[in-house]
């Protein structure tokens, strides 16, 4: 709301905005770092999800090595990584069959002993436990919708908590106007494509010379199924069918804790095919004898989607702004060939932590904390990321097989050398918007109908997200304009929106006969992925948050 709204004022030493394992991290670690100063700090961590791990989904096979720097004892306290890997798998797939490739030529990097298989948002949940008892505050349901800045420009604070306001715009009996957290320095943790990160990247230019930050639509089912398929610790990944060798993506199986198995699919949001359908491909995957053979005779018991930030190295943007800092996949440490970015998060989350706290001991606040960039530049986040730095642009240029052998080529390299490649640093090129080709170059997909088996519809999906939202509220979902639906990606592109959304927000809708389209907004159904925010071709599409306690409600992902 821009207009001058008057509000309740509350003062922190540190605001953190998201509950994921980045802004968890940065506050458990705060809090450890006064404590051995004998000092005191407070700290706010705002969730607009309806409680922590509501809003979180990832695989996830999970890297310990940022939790054992943050809370080494962590086995002892419980938290939830009970299922270490067993098996890794690589899997070519055709049509017809499947090819295994073995794992001995991949860089060690990507092998996954050692690591384990667990829900990420349990884990969130497990950090926040800790975090309160440390004497965080914790503020679910609380959406935080406009940055607060101060007389010079810098961040102060964020708006949370803005409820009661109704489709029409106008303030309902139930309005709060939310409250004002205001923060001697302010975390950005929002994760990928986060509404306020984006503000705040623009406002301060924080990706002047990086390359544009690359994305894909993660999709992910749970499934628990019999002790005949079930492999406790297995990690499956595939490459190919059902996607096209130009159309860069893969699948991920993993089997977890009380007969789970995690599914789900990745496609990388620079594809061109505008009829394309990630939803529906991923659908398609598990009708494949190489994958439908884990499912057999189980039930599917979630559902969820989101985006995933794949732009690494060359996409991360300057990290510290005047009062504040991104953590996370805000600013995007995922490493997509190794399909694993908490463990970053989580890292970059207590570098910042770091900078902030030593930063107030010194009677500083609402500068630039160059200490934490230039610990990022230092840390083994970077180096790490340096090591796979080609992997995305080489897929994108080269396809699916060519690209994915010169990128194990690449990464060989850059571990062996430390960091350098003959290749130097390859550039990313267009944004995954500006990638979207005419719908007149390419023919539409005829995607085969649901089962109700192994593949299924949209609607029946967000119904296991359990997502919600209050209808009489305004559309998060935003266009700058709103002709350019029917005027121009309609007969450009075939208004791709209602193909790329895993949750059925976007309908092109006609009329008895058949003419007259329109183009309809389902905000109800969305499920917080940002894929429209990042994919529409026309970048019209604006997604903002809605009233906290809104969206998906992931009970295990």
């Not at 060690?108 to 050692?114: E, K, P």
Request: proline share 7%; glycine share 12%.
């Amino acid at each position: 709301m821009s207009e001058a709204v008057e509000r309740e004022t509350m003062d922190y030493d540190v605001v953190i905005v998201g509950a994921g394992p980045a802004g968890l991290s940065a506050a458990i670690r705060l809090k450890q770092l006064a404590e051995e100063a004998g000092s005191e700090i407070s700290v706010a961590v705002l969730e607009k999800g309806s409680e922590v791990g509501a809003h979180i989904l990832s695989g996830a096979v999970i890297d310990p090595k940022a939790l054992n720097e943050l809370i080494p004892d962590w086995q002892a306290k419980g938290a939830p990584l009970e299922t270490p890997v067993s098996k890794d798998r690589y899997v070519a797939l055709g049509p017809h069959g499947s090819l295994s490739i073995p794992m001995w030529p991949m860089p060690a990097l990507m092998h996954n002993h050692g690591f384990y298989i667990a829900s990420l948002a349990n884990v969130c949940r497990w950090l926040a436990g800790e975090a309160e008892a440390a004497g965080v505050e914790i503020y679910p349901g609380m959406a935080a919708s406009e940055v607060v800045y101060a007389e010079d420009g810098a961040v102060a604070g964020v708006v949370a908590g803005v409820f009661g306001v109704g489709k029409d715009g106008e303030k309902k009996p139930d309005y709060q106007p939310g409250l004002e957290l205001r923060a001697k320095y302010t975390f950005i943790a929002e994760g990928a494509r986060g509404s306020l990160a984006k503000q705040i990247q623009a406002k301060f230019d924080l990706t002047a010379g990086r390359d544009p930050q690359k994305y894909g639509i993660g999709l992910k089912e749970i499934w628990q199924v019999p002790d005949a398929v079930f492999e406790p610790g297995l990690v499956q990944h595939t490459v190919g069918w059902p996607l096209s060798g130009d159309t860069g993506g893969g699948s991920f199986m993993y089997h977890f804790g009380d007969n789970y198995v995690s599914i789900g699919f990745v496609v990388h949001l620079n594809y061109r095919n505008p009829w394309l359908s990630p939803f529906d491909e991923f659908q398609r995957l598990k009708t494949h004898p190489a994958v439908r053979r884990y499912l057999e005779g189980g039930k599917r018991v979630a559902y969820g989607a989101r985006a995933v930030t794949e732009g690494g190295y060359q996409s991360v943007p300057a990290l510290a702004f005047p009062g504040g800092v991104l953590a996370g996949c805000s600013a995007g440490f995922v490493n997509l060939p190794r399909i694993k970015g908490s463990h970053n998060a989580m890292k970059t989350g207590m570098l910042a932590a770091e900078s902030a706290f030593a930063a107030i001991q010194a009677g500083r606040a609402g500068d630039v904390l160059g200490e934490y960039q230039s610990a990022y530049e230092s840390s083994w986040v970077n180096k790490e990321l340096r090591l796979v730095r080609n992997a995305k642009p080489l897929w994108s240029r080269y396809g699916s097989w060519i690209g994915s052998a010169l990128a194990v080529a690449d990464m060989h390299i850059n571990s062996w050398t430390g960091g350098w490649s003959p290749l130097g640093t390859l550039k990313h090129g267009k944004t995954d918007a500006a990638a979207t080709g005419l719908a007149k170059d390419f023919k539409p997909i005829a995607y085969p109908k649901p089962d109700g088996v192994f593949s299924f519809d949209k609607l029946s999906s967000v119904f296991l997200s359990a997502t919600n939202h209050d209808e009489d509220q305004p559309s998060h979902l935003k266009l700058v304009d709103p002709t350019v639906p029917i005027a121009v990606n309609l007969p450009l592109y075939g208004e791709p929106a209602r193909l790329y959304c895993p949750a059925a927000v976007y309908e092109v809708l006609y009329d008895d006969a058949g003419a007259n389209p329109r183009f309809q907004i389902n905000a109800q159904n969305c499920v917080h992925c940002k894929t429209c925010d990042i994919k529409d071709p026309s970048q019209n599409i604006v997604w903002t948050t809605p009233e906290g306690g809104g969206g998906p409600n992931y009970p295990n992902m």
